[in-house]
Structure formats: structure tokens, C-alpha cells
């Protein structure tokens, strides 16, 4: 098995530097920039939610804002064509999930480096990833 190029790439982005970091590698490693995928995942509102209770926000919209977001950014890194998703839920189930839908041969993200308690109220995306993955998956550490 060689680890490089591979076939098809995903890479989950939240906007931070070190998400767009994991892009540019991830972009190094697809055999194609049309193998590429991007996928950025949403938190699930909650009913009590002011926006939801309110009626001024939906998945929708929140949907077209994610990905007007996400062309922009792909737009400033001159990431070529890629292809691009939007997922609800838990970030670490969903990309995972996502990788195995397509499938994936590889999956590059970042490890925030988050340490302590931290750590412990907001989990870890990353280590989800990991265990969960159905193919290699790459972190790249600050």
C-alpha cells in the first residue's frame, strides 16, 4: 500500500488557520483537485433556540451561509475544483460518516491541541475521526 497520492481526499474544515493548513496538505496529497472534498458540519439547533423559537433562522439558510462561506475560502486558497459538503450533526460521526459514503482513501484534519478541561467539555473532533474512520486518516499537529 502507498501512502501518497491518494485517490480520494477529505478534508473537514471549521475556517480556522489550522483547518485551512490541513486544506493546502490535503490539496498536496489528492491525486486530482476534483477528488478533493471539502465538508464543514454544522451543530444541530435545539428547539429552544431563540433564532429557532423566533422563526428567523432554519437549516437552510444556515446551509447557503456555510457554503457562500466555504466557496469563498476555497476561492482565496485557489483550491480548483473541489467538491463541497454540508453536514448537521456531530463533527467527528459526520465525517467520518462522510468518508465512507464516498469513500474516502484518506482523511487530513487538524489537531487543535486543545489540553485540560478543555478538552474534556468539548471532546475531540479528531480523536472521534480517528476511531471511527474507515480509511487512514491523517493529523497534522500545530
Not at 422563526?55 to 457554503?67: F, L, M, P
Not at 459538503?85 to 467527528?92: C, H, K, M, S
Amino acid at each position: 500500500m502507498t501512502w501518497l497520492p491518494r485517490q480520494t481526499v477529505v478534508v473537514p474544515i471549521d475556517f480556522s488557520d489550522e483547518s485551512l493548513a490541513a486544506l493546502a496538505t490535503a490539496r498536496e496529497l489528492a491525486r486530482d483537485s476534483s477528488r478533493l472534498h471539502v465538508i464543514h458540519v454544522l451543530p444541530v439547533l435545539e428547539p429552544a433556540e431563540p433564532g429557532i423559537i423566533w422563526q428567523t433562522i432554519d437549516d437552510g439558510s444556515r446551509c447557503r451561509h456555510a457554503e457562500a462561506a466555504m466557496q469563498k475560502v476555497l476561492g482565496q486558497c485557489q483550491a480548483g475544483e473541489v467538491e463541497t459538503a454540508i453536514r448537521f450533526g456531530d463533527p467527528g460521526h459526520e465525517i467520518a460518516h462522510y468518508a465512507k459514503e464516498i469513500p474516502a482513501d484518506l482523511i487530513v484534519l487538524p489537531s487543535h491541541g486543545r489540553r485540560g478541561l478543555t478538552r474534556l467539555l468539548l471532546g475531540s473532533v479528531t480523536d472521534r475521526v480517528v476511531h471511527l474512520a474507515h480509511c487512514p486518516v491523517l493529523v497534522l499537529k500545530q
